[in-house]
């Protein structure tokens, strides 16, 4: 079992829609959660960074964590045709766990059809 | 600007040939890394370095070298390329290890 697991999709849905991506993982270490966007022919940039659990909102997006289910998500908002990209979802624990290494998803490919 | 550069590319190479991709930072990050990203694998970390000269094995190390002999740069290294090795990398810098990462442009690498 892989110590995080992410739906490839692909994922399409028509420009406005709410979007949801998620992950699981299975490692309760993890403290640091993590949405990279990355476009097609380029390296992934960080989108959003939460700690622990909770939401966090930033614009259009809106990340969500629950520990207690070992689950996070990433909500898009009035997505636009520009939001088309693959997700990668990354989480590390802390120093204090040993484990500050971050471990990536597979990604999620997703399309906004105009 | 902020930014981690990779070169080259693209590189297509034949087996056995040793090459280096070079990657650089002007951020100043203590942490550095590199990732190959394969389709149904995601990215994966070959090697990492935590400081100058100061470097260790990640998850898919096998097949690589790296140096970190000043903090900007930190090449890979594959003395003798196998086809398997075919794949697209990033170099990858942060701060710490669990911090936001900034990636390179990529580098699409065959080996034939």
């Known amino acids: 079992q892989k110590e995080v697991e992410q739906d490839p999709g692909p994922l399409s849905v028509p420009e406005g829609a709410i979007v949801s991506l998620n992950c699981t993982y299975s490692?309760?270490?993890?403290?640091?959660f993590m949405w990279y966007r990355q476009y097609s022919r380029k390296g992934p940039e960080l989108l959003m960074y939460?700690?622990?659990?909770g939401n966090k909102e930033d614009g259009r997006f809106t990340a969500q964590v629950d520990k207690s289910s070992k689950y996070i998500s990433l909500f898009i908002r009035d997505s636009q045709p520009s939001d088309s990209a693959t997700y990668l979802c990354a989480m590390s624990g802390g120093s204090n766990f040993g484990n500050e290494k971050l471990t990536f998803g597979t990604g999620t490919r997703l399309t906004i059809i105009p | 600007e902020a930014q981690v550069t990779q070169n080259p590319r693209y590189l297509i190479t034949v087996t056995g040939k040793k090459l280096t991709v070079t990657c650089s930072q002007n951020m100043n990050h203590e942490y550095m890394s590199w990732y190959r990203q394969d389709p149904g694998l995601g990215l994966r970390q070959i090697y990492y370095s935590m400081n100058v000269e100061v470097t260790d094995k990640g998850d898919v190390p096998e097949g690589y070298k790296v140096s970190r002999k000043e903090k900007r740069n930190f090449p890979l290294i594959l003395e003798s390329p196998s086809p398997n090795q075919t794949s697209l990398y990033f170099c990858?810098?942060?701060?710490?290890?669990?911090?936001?990462?900034?990636f390179g442009q990529g580098t699409r690498l065959t080996v034939v």
């Open positions: 990858a810098s942060s701060l710490r290890e669990n911090t936001e990462a900034f």
């Open positions: 939460t700690y622990s659990s």
């Open positions: 490692n309760s270490a993890f403290q640091y």
